[in-house]
Nanobody, 129 residues
């Protein structure tokens, strides 16, 4: 079993930056693909960013591309989401997700919620205008 715990949420002014972290316990994340999703009340959870097991491949939703950066430190069992130029529309609960593999040079990233097996409890980001 993998337990994921997010941190770094809070209140941020529009245009500001925030860094979210997802720390895993129970198993090494070294062969896991990881993702960040977000959800606002009354809406579906939506994809934000994803990274493959090695960190060499990543993908972003159009709404955050160029502003957010996902990275990972497998030695520290941590995945981070650096969020810059925040907008009020980024206000949401942010969730970290993990799934085992695949590994390999061309290992993909996963942008669909149902492709992930493990989820954190979420951390709230509120962006004020």
């Amino acid at each position: 079993q993998v337990q994921l715990v997010e941190s770094g949420g809070g209140l941020v002014q529009a245009g500001g930056s925030q860094r979210l972290a997802c720390v895993a316990s129970g198993r090494s994340l070294g062969t896991y693909a990881m993702g960040w999703f977000r959800q606002v009340p009354g809406k579906e959870r939506e994809f934000v960013a994803a990274i493959n097991w090695s960190g060499r491949r990543s993908d972003y939703s159009d709404s955050v591309k160029g502003r957010f950066t996902i990275s990972r430190d497998n030695a520290e069992n941590t995945v981070t989401l650096q969020m810059n130029s925040l907008k009020p529309a980024d206000t949401a609960v942010y969730y970290c997700a993990a799934r085992p593999g695949p590994v390999g040079i061309f290992a993909p990233v996963f942008t669909k919620e149902n492709m992930y097996d493990y989820w954190g409890q979420g951390t709230q980001i509120a962006v004020s205008s």
